[in-house]
């Protein structure tokens, strides 16, 4: 990759402290009634997300739980949705540098890369944005979160300090770090780690996906990208082994109040993009595709492309009208 290379993967061994969250039962559905393959689904971080394991084995239930967990540690440390949240407590301590959990300090040195990277396209301070446009829910209590701030303060990712001696995190201004766009990858990457002894198995997190090995059927993965347009229809269908899959689309959440606008903004603007109706990116990492399909939407078709090219990330941009922009190496995941 050009320049200096992202964490692949981002992991740490067994530093990180995995604090059980139960989430209740309610939440879970699990389905190993297939021969050799193991599934489960749970809501975590405000999507469904399946696992499945293929040749299954006692350890198959064990590993999968650890896999949860990592989710709900994610959750916990990054959610913009919890005032108690790690992240969130990092609002009211401006100007102070901040030792903070090395999961914490991974997602914002990253985070703050790629907006580096991609020119402020990505940018992980528009928390404050997204809460005054009505992403602002705690999607398992129903609570409004509501964080006192000023209103007119500009602010970036240049307002973002890491010290990567220190391992501390200093914010300068105001501001509301939304990690959203990190955050998920991160806990599907964590999530592949417990899952590594097996040959075979998927991760799907409401669409972005890791899949390792081949499906049940014995082929390699197949997964099919949603037509951004027509819910039930595919815009492609591609095969994927040892990598990860993950499409931003203005589909997937409109604004509380904004039934007509997206939650995907330009950070530089502070409006929903325009022009753009999905990007999918396939990349080693989950939190690398996430965070460059996000940053390929507001960058638009030819930068947006430029930008995976850089990165040596392949994907696809499909335009509000449906025309279809490639990276050169997209084309050898397509079946």
């Known amino acids: 990759m050009a320049g200096r290379p992202y964490p692949n993967p981002p992991l740490w061994g067994e ?3 995995v604090e059980i969250a139960n989430l209740g039962r309610s939440y879970d559905q699990i389905d190993s009634t297939t021969t050799g ?4 689904s749970v809501i975590l971080m405000d999507t469904l997300v399946s696992f499945t394991v293929v040749g299954t084995t006692v350890r198959s239930a064990q590993a999968v739980q650890r896999a949860v967990e990592w989710f709900q540690t994610v959750e ?3 959610s913009r949705f919890d005032p108690s949240s790690e992240v969130m407590q990092l609002t009211g301590r401006v100007g102070v540098p901040v030792e903070v959990s090395p999961l ?7 985070a703050c890369e790629v907006a580096r990277r991609s020119s402020g ?3 992980p301070t528009i928390g404050q944005r997204q809460e005054q446009r ?8 129903g609570r409004i979160v509501r964080t006192s701030l000023p209103t007119n303060s500009q602010v970036s990712y240049r307002d973002v300090r890491v010290d990567l001696t220190r391992r501390t995190i200093t914010l300068q201004k105001p501001l509301i770090l939304d990690l959203g766009a990190v955050a998920k990858g991160l806990a599907i990457d964590l999530a592949a780690r417990e ?4 040959d075979s198995y998927a991760i799907d997190a409401g669409g972005d996906l890791f899949l390792h090995g081949r499906n049940p059927d014995g082929q390699p993965w197949r997964i099919g990208i949603r037509h951004p347009r027509q819910p039930s229809e595919l815009l492609d269908t591609v095969q994927v082994v040892d990598e990860a899959v993950c499409t931003s689309g203005d589909y997937e959440r409109v604004a509380n109040g904004y039934p007509d606008e997206h939650h995907l903004l330009d950070p530089r603007t502070g409006k929903p993009v325009e022009g753009v109706a999905s990007v999918t990116v396939i990349g080693p990492t989950a939190m690398l ?3 460059l399909s996000t940053a390929a939407f507001v960058l638009g078709p030819k930068r947006g492309i430029a930008l995976l090219e850089r990165e040596q990330a392949a994907g696809m941009i499909a335009t509000s009208s449906l025309q279809r922009y490639e990276t050169r190496s997209f084309g050898r995941y397509r079946l």
């Open 195 to 198: 899952l590594a002894a097996f």
């Open 121 to 123: 396209a990505f940018d």
């Open 37 to 40: 393959v193991y599934r489960r």
């Open 76 to 78: 916990r440390c990054a």
């Open 289 to 291: 595709a996430d965070a």
């Open 15 to 17: 530093e990180i402290p």
């Open 104 to 110: 914490l300090f991974e997602m914002v040195r990253f």
């Open 134 to 141: 009505g992403f602002n829910r705690n999607y398992r209590t």
